[in-house]
């Protein structure tokens, strides 16, 4: 069925009939339900509006069925002008409320669509903020695709290790929203491997602020990145090992759905990523700069080592970002 109602048509013959039914309402017109990961208000907003639609596309559907018993399951008379003009009106009342009813879903539908690039939530939105300004004091200006040597590398100059500088510098930033991050493990500068013991430590302790959520699908680390809250990812290495921030992604962002690849929440670290699966016009490997845009975590550890990360959730962004949401 077309996403529309067939139209009825008036057609004289022997007598005058309506040849053709409206189809069911329900069948031409699918309401979207609204995206769970945006903010209390907007959330609210929409599903009043989804619950409007919802009420006229009943309301049409009433005038469809009476419009069908009335005027199509019967012949009508030539002479009964008054049966025919009723039906007439009524056809034009249901073609006008259907028109109506199709242009609220279209708006509808361009609402969300313009909800799927950008951060779902007002706490959302602003931890994005705090990485994009993080990865801008790493690297003032992007990677210049131009730096690849003809086997796609980088030049030694990127291979330098960023990701605790990275997240010290996000700490400052989530600092100030209030999420009171000028505490040891974000400002001392320390590496990896030693902010790893200090936040297991933490996480085991009763009054610690950090919350280990290890064992959480994918999903559900994006969808609490996607509400505002600090989730971290953290290995430990021989040498180094590693630190990481889930970043939010758009509101209907499908993880499996991208051509990214790889597997985890997308994060962003602070260092230069070349993703040898994709590349550009020249043939070289497409590399995703200093931590601006974001990666599949299995991206960023290697597939090997992924298995070793812990994941855990900075307590002090909770309240922050459920008050942020709710305002």
């Not at 769970?36 to 959330?43: N, Y």
Request: glycine share 8%; hydrophobic share 40%; proline share 5%.
């Amino acid at each position: 069925m077309k996403k529309t109602l067939f139209k009825a048509r008036l057609i004289f013959i022997a007598c005058l009939f309506l040849s053709d039914i409206y189809g069911q309402v329900s069948d031409a017109y699918e309401i979207p339900d609204v995206p769970f990961c945006l903010s209390a208000p907007k959330q609210k907003e929409l599903k009043q509006e989804r619950e409007h639609l919802m009420g006229q596309k009943k309301a049409l559907q009433v005038e469809v069925d009476a419009f069908n018993l009335k005027c199509t399951s019967i012949k009508i008379p030539k002479e009964n002008t008054a049966l025919i003009n009723e039906c007439i009106a009524m056809q034009a009342r249901v073609d006008k409320d259907d028109e109506i009813l199709k242009t609220a879903i279209r708006d509808f539908n361009k609402k969300l669509r313009v909800l799927d690039t950008l951060p779902q939530t007002v706490a959302g939105a602003d931890l994005v903020k705090a990485l994009d300004l993080a990865a801008q004091k790493i690297y003032p200006e992007p990677p210049d695709p131009k730096s690849l040597d003809p086997n796609g590398k980088l030049s030694s100059a990127y291979f330098e290790l960023y990701c605790n500088a990275f997240f010290k510098l996000v700490g400052i930033f989530i600092d100030r929203l209030g999420m009171r991050a000028d505490v040891a493990e974000w400002k001392s500068g320390w590496d990896a491997n030693r902010i790893f013991d200090y936040v297991m430590q933490s996480a085991k302790a009763a009054n610690g602020n950090w919350k280990d959520v290890t064992g959480s699908s994918d999903l559900e680390l994006q969808k609490l990145a996607n509400s505002g809250i600090v989730v971290i990812g953290l290995s430990k290495g021989a040498n180094h090992g590693h630190i990481a921030v889930v970043s939010p992604v758009p509101c209907t962002f499908d993880l499996e759905a991208t051509t990214f690849g790889g597997f985890g929440p997308m994060i962003r670290d602070g260092d230069v990523h070349v993703d040898s699966s994709h590349v550009d016009a020249h043939g070289r490997p497409l590399i995703r700069p200093a931590g601006r845009g974001t990666i599949r975590a299995s991206k960023a550890w290697g597939r090997n080592s992924y298995g070793g990360v812990k994941w855990y959730i900075w307590l002090p962004s909770v309240e922050i970002a459920k008050k942020k949401n709710a305002e």
